[in-house]
């Protein structure tokens, strides 16, 4: 799936406190992409087993390391469960951004500047995207000999419970082997449709009260712009607030 996605869909990007601070930052808001790598070391690393990329099939197995990698939650509705909160418990999401798989793809191309032949200032040339396939690794074999882009789209089914939507940005040349690449964003909510706090998150519970009274014209953060209170929440709640004013603005 390329240009036409599935807009019937919502997904959702879930980030921590730390993230936020770059992602919605107005003066400079950051996207990144991951390698297939990273993601197995974060998800296999007791085991440190393969299987995150590597796809078995009648013919040998495939491994990846051709694409970076934007992975997102599918969601049932219009935003995210309890249950779906729960998935990423252990990195402590406090943030849930949610959009749409269109919006998403006409961001990274128009950003990364696909398919432009010069003045290119990013090394990709090509985005796929499309819901994960879960399989079987130990017992499950695809027909045939199986694509790199069967190895991109295709988990171990141990994983299905995050019903995965994924962007694979596939580099120019072959081979980067890239882990992390994290570019500059002009416009944060070009990609994204709306966002909600971990409704059992303390520190989510914390910034969303000091959200509202912003948005309320309360208190001493009516002049500010919600990207930036995001963006500075740390500071916010590393200094105590009397009555909703930061202990220098009494």
């Avoid at 953060?221 to 607030?241: E, G, V």
Wanted: with cysteine.
């Amino acid at each position: 799936m390329n240009s036409n996605a599935n807009d019937d869909i919502k997904i959702a990007r879930f980030i921590n406190i730390n993230a936020c601070k770059q992602v919605f930052s107005e003066s400079y808001s950051t996207f990144l992409l991951r390698s297939h790598e990273y993601y197995w070391n974060i998800e296999d690393t007791d085991k440190q087993d393969r299987t995150e990329f590597q796809v078995p099939g009648e013919n040998g197995s495939m491994e990846t390391s051709s694409a970076l990698l934007s992975c997102w939650t599918i969601l049932k509705g219009d935003e995210p469960t309890e249950t779906d909160w729960k998935i990423f418990e252990k990195d402590s999401p406090m943030v849930a951004i949610i959009s749409s798989p269109q919006k998403v793809y006409n961001f990274l191309h128009k950003i990364l500047n696909i398919g432009r032949r010069n003045g290119r200032t990013h090394p990709f040339f090509h985005i796929e995207h499309k819901g994960v396939d879960y399989i079987d690794k130990k017992i499950e074999k695809l027909p045939g000999t199986p694509t790199i882009s069967d190895a991109i789209f295709t988990k171990d089914k141990r994983f299905m419970p995050e019903n995965e939507y994924r962007f694979a940005v596939y580099y120019s040349t072959i081979l980067h082997e890239i882990n992390t690449y994290i570019f500059h964003v002009q416009d944060p909510y070009e990609y994204m449709d709306k966002y909600y706090f971990n409704p059992s998150s303390t520190e989510a519970k914390a910034l969303l009260d000091i959200v509202l009274r912003a948005t309320a014209g309360y208190g001493p953060f009516d002049r500010k712009k919600l990207c930036d209170i995001i963006a500075n929440s740390d500071i916010l709640f590393n200094r105590p607030c009397k009555n909703g004013f930061l202990p220098s603005q009494e």
